[in-house]
């Protein structure tokens, strides 16, 4: 066991997969000597080359585009797109390619590749540097889309997302790089894609969330337990496409209640699609209408302002308490 | 069939004003001398802005912003061709340039520091905001400037003098696509556009070798169709000169012109960026000596234009003009009329639909609970006046 903060947890993740399989590849900007803006790719460079730590021009469209002919070749790129505000640049290649090749090819020609991007809020960042987008991904049919919340599943969800055969976006919530440190074991761990984890067993009401609003999540639901009495189940999506439809419902089953938490826009977001499953599904358990707590449907505000967008344990609190008062 | 060699234009580099502040005198541009100053004191009021902004971020009192300095030549020396009503498309290292296009410091200042206020051009001003992500407001010029067309062509095509669009990027910039598909739409719409790079050598880390294979970015422009040059981009003069003639083609109705201006970046690329991780002190040191400022100074001072004495005036009246703003600003940082977070809903559409307004009441509500009520009336912000002298 060794503690360490998510920021390098990624980047042993990368070391250890670099070191297992020749075949991956990182690319992306700054990448190389820089160890990128956020020191994720710290020591690959000097340990690996110019040849598997690629510093690409600036063209974000052109380090997808590329890393898809690497992919069909039989590489396994791992591209850093630098802020996930700039993989709009890219998304054409991901949206008509990345996500297409197996299903035009009937399964003859397949995209083995995993782009990584800092998402999100609350770093006081500048312009197009704090946006939270994931659900654009999982609305595009043959992505894969997983967020991790903590040290430990993001080395091992990145793992998986190396490992998987099909082209998988790895979003990572930069407000949590180095806001806390967690045991990660020796032993190179994965979690499988398409599961959610229960972070905590609860019987009143289930809380799903996933990535940076985790936090707010847990703090919320420790007011709930010390000042309502409440016992609260926490559901860690982990994986947003696929989306664990059935962990989702177990807990409503048993629960009655819930509330989704996400920080990126409201309308067509995570949590509409998670309601309609349960809706879907659970219905005829509901004891009250499923809330959700997340960003407004604007542009994330310049940073003077972007604390009141994002949603805090004030607003999770609030929310299950109408829930739990319904 | 023989082979045969397709001719193709040259490239020029030019440079009138060296390092050492030689002046090539047959290259010399004609400059009133109340222009030259005011060509001084916007770089100098850049310059002077920058380094306050560093020290401010330093001091926690402004967010992370990518600096200037360096870069006041490019942005001067071709931002003083054009008038009123033509238009300015920065990228984000054009700060003289805004400042002299009329844009307010405390707009500079706003901006950087966390307010979408400082993003709203003023009334009047013919520039857009600047741009973060890379390249991709290069299509919006090369779009004006085909508008411009369109109207002109509409209105007769009589008009002998048309306007023109200022727009600029960087080394890094030319290698995203939206930067090829500007400069060929500028060009097969013989679009009235002046592309202004500003070639500083490093996109964040990533040097220019291994950004491009060719020689220059100038010569880029042979492949579209439009002139190109590349220039000494710490020389205001050359790249007064280069823009100046780009302009009047511009003017004529002769379309795009692609100018490379050679500097290189002697900051960090963003108050965030560590540049001994990448690049030697050595090699910023031995640029730092071919600043423009000095040499533009000195060639001020030798022409009889601006003495010693003039200059440390015209320094303690741009400090003075900067600590007046920065005060402003920092009042403004304050108001509630900046900082009520319910305007995040007005401005995204011309109208709040009601799914908008449902939310903006829900976070109305949830600051309610928490004692603040950001629903009264908040007295407007005054719109500080242009920097503009």
């Known amino acids: 066991m060794a503690e ?34 956020f020191r994720i790719t710290e020591g690959l460079y000097a340990k690996f080359g110019g040849d598997r730590v690629i510093d690409t021009p600036l063209a974000e469209s052109g380090i997808i ?97 190396i490992q998987d055969p099909d082209p998988v976006i790895y979003y990572e919530p930069k407000a949590c790089y180095r806001l806390f440190r967690e045991d990660v074991p020796e032993t190179m761990e994965t979690l499988p894609i398409g599961k959610a984890q229960v972070v905590k067993q609860g019987t009143d009401i289930t809380l799903i969330s996933y990535g940076a609003s985790m936090r707010a999540t847990l703090e919320a639901a420790e007011s709930l337990e010390e000042e309502d009495g409440v016992k609260p189940e926490i559901i860690d999506l982990l994986s947003i496409c696929p989306l664990d439809t059935d962990t989702i419902i177990e807990s409503v089953r048993k629960t009655g209640r819930a509330v989704v938490i996400h920080e990126g826009p409201r309308t067509c977001g995570l949590a509409a699609e998670v309601i309609a499953r349960i809706n879907e599904k659970v219905l005829e358990y509901l004891e009250a209408p499923v809330l959700r707590v997340t960003g407004y449907d604007v542009p994330i505000p310049y940073f003077s302002k972007e604390q009141a967008y994002l949603p805090d344990s004030d607003k999770v609190l609030n929310a299950a308490r109408k829930t739990l008062s319904f | ?82 008038n009123k009503n033509d238009w300015h498309v920065p990228a984000y290292r054009e700060l003289a340039g805004l400042l002299w296009r009329g844009w307010p410091l405390e707009h500079i200042l706003l901006y950087w520091n966390g307010f979408e206020e400082g993003a709203s051009p003023p009334e009047g001003v013919n520039d857009l905001p600047v741009c973060v992500p890379i390249a991709s407001q290069l299509l919006h010029a090369a779009g004006i400037g085909m508008a411009m067309n369109i109207e002109d ?153 601006l003495s010693e004495k003039e200059r440390n005036a015209l320094e303690e009246e741009v400090d003075t003009q900067i600590k007046a703003a920065v005060q402003n600003a920092e ?59």
Request: aromatic content about 8%.
């Open chain 2, 153 to 305: 062509r509409s209105e007769g095509g009589k008009k002998k003098e048309k306007k023109v669009v200022m727009t600029y990027f960087g080394d890094g910039a030319s290698s995203e696509g939206d930067c090829h598909e500007a400069l060929n739409f500028a060009a097969v719409f013989n679009a009235p556009v002046v592309f202004m790079c500003l070639n500083n050598q490093y996109a964040i880390s990533v040097p220019l070798s291994k950004q491009m294979k060719n020689e220059t970015i100038a010569q880029r422009a042979v492949a579209y169709g439009m002139p190109g040059i590349k220039v000494d981009g710490n020389d205001v003069l050359a790249v007064y000169q280069a823009a100046k003639e780009a302009v009047e083609r511009a003017r004529k109705g002769e379309g795009p012109t692609l100018i490379e201006c050679l500097t290189y970046r002697v900051t960090p690329h963003t108050t965030a960026d560590d540049p001994k991780r990448y690049r030697s002190e050595d090699e910023t040191k031995e640029w730092m000596l071919r600043d423009s400022l000095p040499r533009f100074a000195k060639y001020l001072e030798t022409k009889g234009v």
């Open chain 2, 1 to 82: 069939m023989p082979r045969k060699p397709i001719e193709l234009p040259k490239i020029e580099y030019l440079s009138i004003l060296n390092e050492h502040g030689e002046l090539d005198k047959e290259l010399e541009p004609k400059i009133d001398n109340k222009s030259l100053i005011e060509m001084y004191r916007y770089m100098l009021l850049a310059r002077r802005t920058d380094e306050r902004m560093l020290l401010m971020q330093r001091q926690g009192r402004c967010g992370t912003f990518p600096q200037s300095s360096g870069h006041e030549a490019i942005s001067m020396g071709s931002i003083f061709n054009i």
């Open chain 1, 65 to 161: 585009g590329t890393a898809i002919g690497m992919a069909i070749y039989g590489m396994k790129p791992v591209c850093e797109i630098q802020f996930s505000g700039f993989d709009y640049y890219n998304y054409h290649q991901l949206e008509s390619h990345a996500a297409r090749f197996r299903n035009r090819t009937r399964g003859r020609l397949t995209v083995p590749m995993v782009m990584r991007a800092p998402y999100g809020g609350g770093i006081r960042a500048l312009e197009h540097h704090s946006e939270s987008r994931e659900a654009i991904y999982a609305h595009t049919p043959g992505l894969k889309v997983v967020i991790p919340s903590g040290p430990r599943n993001a080395r091992a969800l990145l793992h998986s997302a």
């Open chain 1, 4 to 37: 360490m903060n998510m920021a390098k947890a990624i980047n042993l993740a990368l070391l250890e997969a670099m070191t297992k399989d020749p075949k991956v590849i990182v690319m992306g900007e700054d990448v190389g000597p820089d160890e990128g803006v």
């Open chain 2, 331 to 389: 009042e403004m940082f304050k108001s509630e009329a900046l900082l009520n977070p319910l305007n995040m809903f007005d401005h995204l559409y011309e109208d709040v639909p009601p799914y908008l307004q449902e939310q903006k009441d829900e976070l109305r509500d949830h600051f309610k609970t928490k004692g603040k009520d950001w629903s009264n009336p908040q007295k407007k912000a005054q719109t500080p006046a242009s920097s503009r002298q």
